[in-house]
């Protein structure tokens, strides 16, 4: 999603700059971040035998794949340099990149995930180092578009998200959408897949009478419930609505596209349209009951692709975004994978940027569509044949980003957003809390955050 040249096809410029958010102020007094003496940068990452520690979140199949691959390639080209790495799942790198960042010996890049809850709160501690010297040096700040840099920068006291600093880059670009298996659809007498929320419902009712579960979802590790609720409320409120709602410009998580978002899904688990008991069923276990066609949908992000290309399934699965009224065309939530980003005290920073721009180059681009991804910036002569999952993602990718149609994800929104929607979408699902009530539970922490 960076900026194109004849070699390459930018995808997603547009749908960045739809994100250029104002960035909130946290409440209370924040410590300064820690200073930092960057010292000299260069491509040079020296001859002495150095151990690069890096924590990743490319957990899954095709990700994974490719980042070792890279991984291998890097050590390869830099034989004095071993990387070590530790892979967590998105949940896990939630809960111990923080301790670990904070440590006497912490890592020397990471994946930081934007927004305040995380980058902004290690920008806060003095936990990362801002790298627009090596994005002049790697010429980042000419492959990247500026509104995609945006998403990775900070002010230097991590009050403001899309300050000055930059802090990362990303290697990957994100879109949550529907799969769609139409084999299934077919057995119910469905000939396409739906465009609105409501030919979804319509949809689900006729797939729960022709005898097959609806729709897989599984919600063990909490995240998934931001990927669901965000993708009915962009398909119900539109884009601008819901980016200046994370954005904090205006609007409110009690608002009637909000409440309505809430009691679609509350409305779907009622009918027995989703997986019951999805609370207690992992994310990978809904996936892999869709990719054997025991559901007719499953609402996730592109980034399992290539699991569901291995899927048996595979040759019926199709993947799209919905429609709101009056729109010209989807609106759907993503952007941009997680932040690659270089502690603060590294002790090897020009390896650490010299690692950080062979995994997301052009050339690591090619690695990563040939294992299944969708990279930030896919290769002309790499683009994925039409009629397959891969074309399908990137055709959707390419049109909805280029007609500024991405939202943000709802997490960014404060400091503690990520706690506060995963918990309460939980309650929402397992019937403990009203469309209305999840809706205020979303406002109370919304509005003490805005208002500071």
């Not at 890096?54 to 390639?73: K, P, R, S």
């Not at 006497?104 to 902004?120: I, L, R």
Request: glycine share 10%; proline share 5%; aromatic share 8%.
């Amino acid at each position: 999603m960076k900026h194109s040249s004849k070699a390459t096809l930018l995808l997603g410029v547009a749908a960045v700059v739809a994100l250029g958010l104002t960035g909130c102020t946290p409440g209370g007094s924040a410590a300064p971040a820690a200073s930092q003496s960057l010292g000299p940068v260069s491509k040079d990452v020296g001859s002495g035998k150095t151990t690069l520690t890096v924590w990743d979140q490319n957990t899954d199949t095709g990700i994974n794949d490719a980042q070792q691959e890279l991984n291998d390639e890097f050590e390869k080209a830099h034989p004095n340099i071993t990387i070590k790495r530790v892979s967590r799942s998105f949940a896990d790198l939630k809960t111990t990149l923080k301790l670990a960042l904070s440590g006497n010996t912490p890592p020397d890049v990471v994946q930081a995930n934007q927004g305040y809850p995380d980058m902004g709160a290690f920008v806060k501690a003095g936990f990362l180092r801002p790298v627009d010297d090596y994005a002049k040096l790697y010429g980042w700040d000419d492959h990247y578009p500026s509104s995609l840099l945006k998403l990775n920068s900070f002010s230097s006291d991590g009050k403001t998200w899309q300050g000055d600093d930059l802090y990362g880059v990303s290697q990957t670009g994100e879109l949550v959408g529907l799969y769609y298996n139409e084999a299934v659809l077919r057995k119910a007498g469905i000939d396409s897949p739906p465009k609105t929320v409501a030919e979804l419902t319509e949809d689900m009712q006729k797939v729960k009478a022709a005898g097959t579960l609806p729709l897989s979802y599984g919600d063990v590790e909490k995240s998934p419930g931001i990927h669901l609720y965000g993708l009915v409320l962009s398909a119900l409120a539109g884009h601008d609505a819901v980016n200046d709602l994370v954005a904090g410009k205006s609007g409110s998580w009690t608002g009637d596209d909000e409440v309505q978002a809430a009691k679609t899904i509350a409305g779907w688990v009622d009918d027995g349209y989703v997986t019951e008991g999805a609370n207690g069923v992992s994310r990978d276990d809904a996936v892999a009951a869709f990719g054997k066609g025991q559901s007719a949908f499953l609402i996730t992000g592109t980034w399992y692709q290539a699991t569901l290309e291995a899927a048996s399934s595979a040759k019926d699965i199709g993947f799209t975004a919905l429609t709101p009224d009056g729109a010209s065309g989807p609106v759907t939530m993503g952007g941009e994978g997680l932040a690659w980003a270089i502690t603060s005290k590294t002790k090897n920073a020009n390896a650490a940027a010299a690692y950080i721009d062979f995994v997301s180059n052009k050339d690591a681009a090619k690695v990563l569509v040939d294992k299944g991804n969708l990279p930030t910036v896919v290769p002309e002569g790499d683009r994925p044949e039409s009629g397959t999952i891969a074309g399908d993602i990137t055709s959707n990718y390419e049109s909805i980003s280029s007609s500024n149609s991405i939202t943000p994800y709802l997490d960014y929104a404060t400091p503690t957003f990520y706690d506060t929607i995963t918990a309460a979408m939980q309650d929402l699902v397992a019937g403990k809390a009203s469309p209305e009530q999840y809706t205020k539970t979303l406002q109370d922490d919304y509005a003490g955050f805005v208002k500071q």
